[in-house]
């Protein structure tokens, strides 16, 4: 007990490592003899692979979203682990999703988890992983690990400029995942699109997390908003695309090699979403060549910042750190059917440091804000009014 009064205790030590106030007591591993779910929200869902395990309810995460009802808050625990899986969520109710993180290293957990001057970087006890890619007749959502999405209509990506029919509904109104490691491991330099996450028609955030793929790594989808803290995020080409609205605070984007651009957004016609910021921000992060680009075959060169998959679209870069992997002149046209970005787009830096954080070379077209033109790009101001579905009391 003396044990345990320690531990939860350490969710006072305002900043001492990454962690979610609300949920450190649950998500830390009890010691031999305690219920797993000891410190957790009343009704929380135990997801063991250990089939010996008393305390577990599912041995599979996507077994326990099932379970659930449309509606109600719902909270699932997940144990140390390697689930091979694809987690689907459709239910309109808020989930929250929680790895498990180690008792043995609660001292000296990194703070933050995004650390980009630790190599390797953080892992995560739990990894929830598949190794579907995109093949002839599939559409790029069939490859996800994630789906947050309400319908598999709604998942659909399409083709094109325009993508998938817009739909008329709304799925999760706040999803939101702690310290587990999403990955697709069909994913290599060669193989074609293999998604990680899809979330569309939704609200979800990720806290401490990693998402680990080459191609379309990250896709916010119509009518998304997704905000990403303290986390990883793997890729080499085009590896955050979407037609929503994300938020990446204190992210590092590690370039496994370099194609497309990072980034390759499409816009979203204002007759679809009125008044919308859609696009992707990048807030306060780091961009640097992956640790493991080396083993692979591909000669890691320089990587554009993005490029616009259709002459909507918007992304802007704030305060984050850039390396020598990046390309002076910033962004590239998307393809030669395409070789002229519009003044449609809409491309911003403020304050890049780094190597690669030199504009003096960026194209013309490019918006490089002032402080005061920089301060309309705020987590509020993006999605319209403060995010009610944010933690914004996690600590890094």
């Known amino acids: 007990m003396v044990l345990l009064s320690l531990v939860f205790g350490l969710t006072l030590l305002s900043g001492a490592i990454a962690l979610s106030p609300e949920f450190f007591a649950c998500q830390i591993q009890k010691p031999a003899g305690f219920s797993p779910l000891l410190g957790c929200p009343a009704g929380t869902i135990f997801v063991s692979q250990n089939r010996q395990d008393k305390h577990a309810n599912f041995h599979s995460v996507q077994d326990a979203v099932l379970s659930l009802h449309e509606l109600g808050a719902a909270t699932i625990l997940i144990a140390e682990g390697q689930y091979h899986e694809t ?13 498990q993180l180690p008792l043995s290293d609660v001292t000296s957990i990194t703070r933050p988890f995004a650390n980009a001057s630790q190599v390797p970087f953080n892992q995560n006890l739990v990894k929830i992983w598949n190794n579907h890619f995109v093949q002839a007749g599939m559409d790029d959502a069939q ?32 999803f939101r995942a702690y310290n587990i490691d999403f990955e697709n491991r069909a994913a290599n330099f060669s193989i074609s699109q293999a998604l990680v996450t899809d979330i569309s028609y939704a609200n979800a955030s990720f806290y401490g997390c990693s998402f680990a793929s080459y191609q379309d790594t990250w896709y916010t ?45 499409k816009g979203t016609n204002l007759t679809d979403a009125p008044g919308n910021r859609c696009g992707a921000y990048i807030s306060d992060s780091t961009i640097i060549r992956s640790p493991d680009a080396n083993v692979t ?7 554009f910042l993005g490029r616009p998959w259709n002459d909507l679209a918007t992304t802007v870069y ?22 002229v970005i519009m003044n449609t787009t809409f491309y911003a830096e403020f304050e890049s440091t780094g190597p690669g954080g030199n504009i003096s070379q960026r194209i013309s077209l490019e918006h490089i804000l002032t402080p005061e033109q920089a301060k309309d790009f705020t987590i509020d101001k993006v999605f319209l009014e403060p995010p009610q579905w944010i933690d914004r009391r996690y600590l890094f």
């Open 87 to 99: 987690v689907n969520i459709t239910r309109k109710g808020p989930l929250t999703l929680l790895g």
């Open 143 to 174: 490859s996800a690990v994630l789906l947050v999405a309400p319908s598999f209509n709604a998942s659909l990506i399409g083709a094109g400029p325009t993508g998938a029919p817009l739909q008329p509904l709304f799925g999760n109104v706040d």
């Open 221 to 265: 989808g119509r009518n998304g908003s997704t905000y990403v803290v303290d986390s990883i995020i793997y890729g080499q080409t085009d590896y955050l695309f979407g037609f929503g609205t994300a938020w990446f605070q204190n992210v590092i984007l590690a370039n496994r090699a370099c194609g497309g651009g990072l980034v390759a957004w």
């Open 297 to 303: 075959t591909v000669t890691v060169g320089k990587c």
């Open 318 to 339: 704030l305060r984050t750190f850039m390396d020598d992997s990046i390309e002076p002149v910033g962004w590239t046209p998307f393809d030669s059917a395409r070789p």
